[in-house]
């Protein structure tokens, strides 16, 4: 049944409307009884960031989250599956990644999002450079070793 | 030399540190795996050097997918350089 499932990922500049991509999933599709969003937005770590620089790997970041997509339809029995992530620079409280899931119980759709995410953190190609507000020099931002352990842990 | 070059492409603190985006190089017939690469690149200048000197925080990608080191890059159309990735 999920084989059917086509998930809609894009790599874009632009923002996207969260209630735009919930009715992508959900208009006319009367077997979806849950859907959760995910929502990563831009922070300014208590006034010290005035924004976020967000590189990509343009040739591989839309294959590389597709992958993962068709992993978690592999994994779970979804009706739909949305991810987009933003490049560009990104002010604080502006949105960055968007993950929707829908599925007939929520348990799926709750499990599927947690999974896209913990394993776009850590494969999908893009780097975050910080802007400081004090006009100095910003830094990447380094990789978290839990965020390597929160994708292990869906390893099977 | 292999008959083709290889386009290699470099993001974020690689691409700074070597200072250029993406090359076309013509790899070495001894330059077999990822390993072989990243300690070949390593002896190409100061910015290489810099770039590379830990090897194995490096994360690689070739032809648009990870791989690890041990991987054989022969036929590769592209080899992408690049740190830990830091989206989401």
């Known amino acids: 049944m999920t084989a059917s499932v086509e998930p809609y990922v894009s790599i874009q500049r632009e923002d996207f409307d969260v209630a735009a991509e919930i009715a992508r999933l959900t208009t006319g599709q009367t077997n979806v009884g849950a859907v959760v969003n995910f929502i990563g937005l831009c922070r300014d770590e208590a006034g010290a960031l005035s924004a976020l620089e967000l590189e990509h790997y343009p040739g591989m970041a839309k294959a590389e989250i597709a992958r993962i997509a068709n992993e978690a339809l592999e994994r779970w029995n979804l009706c739909g599956l949305t991810a987009i992530h933003r490049f560009g620079k990104m002010a604080p409280g502006d949105n960055i990644v968007l993950v929707v899931t829908a599925s007939t119980h929520r348990q799926a759709a709750f499990e599927a999002a947690s999974f896209l995410m913990d394993y776009l953190k850590s494969r999908a190609p893009f780097w975050k450079k910080e802007h400081r507000a004090d006009g100095s020099a910003g830094d990447w931002v380094d990789a978290k070793e839990e965020d390597d352990e929160a994708a292990a842990r869906w390893a099977r | ?88």
């Open chain 2, 1 to 88: 030399m292999n008959e083709h070059p290889t386009r290699l492409v470099y993001f974020a603190w690689v691409r700074e540190r070597i200072g250029r985006q993406e090359e076309d190089v013509a790899l070495p017939a001894e330059v077999e795996t990822v390993a072989d690469l990243l300690t070949w690149l390593k002896g190409r200048g100061e910015e290489y050097e810099n770039a590379l000197q830990y090897p194995e925080v490096i994360r690689v990608a070739i032809n648009h997918e990870h791989v690890d080191h041990r991987e054989k890059i022969a036929g590769a159309r592209e080899i992408a350089l690049f740190p830990p990735m830091t989206g989401g």
